[in-house]
């Protein structure tokens, strides 16, 4: 089994950063695949990052230029570095993973429990 776990959520004035991490413990080695999620209130979870084994990156359009996921493999820890945060990034941020990432953009196999980030306008 895999267990994720997020921290680095919080509230914060529009314009600014926060740094999501997201920790992997368990059978690692069927994590070749990562992402950040997120859902906003009343709104469907949408898939904000991925990264692959091979480090290649996809972002959704509203957050490309201002995200940036990366992963460090000796630590077993998935990031998000979010900067020039605006409103609409308010939502639940999801870390998930899987061994394809063909199935981690779509239907991830495992999720964290979620990390609040709130941005203010």
């Known amino acids: 089994q895999v267990q994720l776990v997020e921290s680095g959520g919080g509230l914060v004035q529009a314009g600014g950063s926060l740094r999501l991490s997201c920790a992997a413990s368990?059978?690692?080695?069927?994590?070749?695949?990562m992402a950040w999620y997120r859902q906003a209130p009343g709104k469907e979870r949408e898939l904000v990052a991925s990264?692959?084994?091979?480090?290649?990156?996809y972002y959704v359009d509203s957050v490309k230029g201002r995200f940036t996921i990366s992963r460090d493999n000796a630590k077993n820890t998935l990031y998000l570095q979010m900067n020039s945060l605006k409103p609409e990034d308010t939502a639940m941020y999801y870390c998930?993973?899987?061994?394809?990432?063909?199935?981690?953009?779509?239907?991830?196999?495992?999720w964290g429990q979620g990390t609040q980030v709130t941005v203010s306008s």
């Open positions: 368990g059978s690692i080695f069927r994590l070749n695949a």
């Open positions: 990264i692959s084994s091979g480090i290649t990156t």
């Open positions: 998930a993973a899987g061994k394809y990432l063909v199935v981690v953009i779509t239907k991830p196999d495992y």
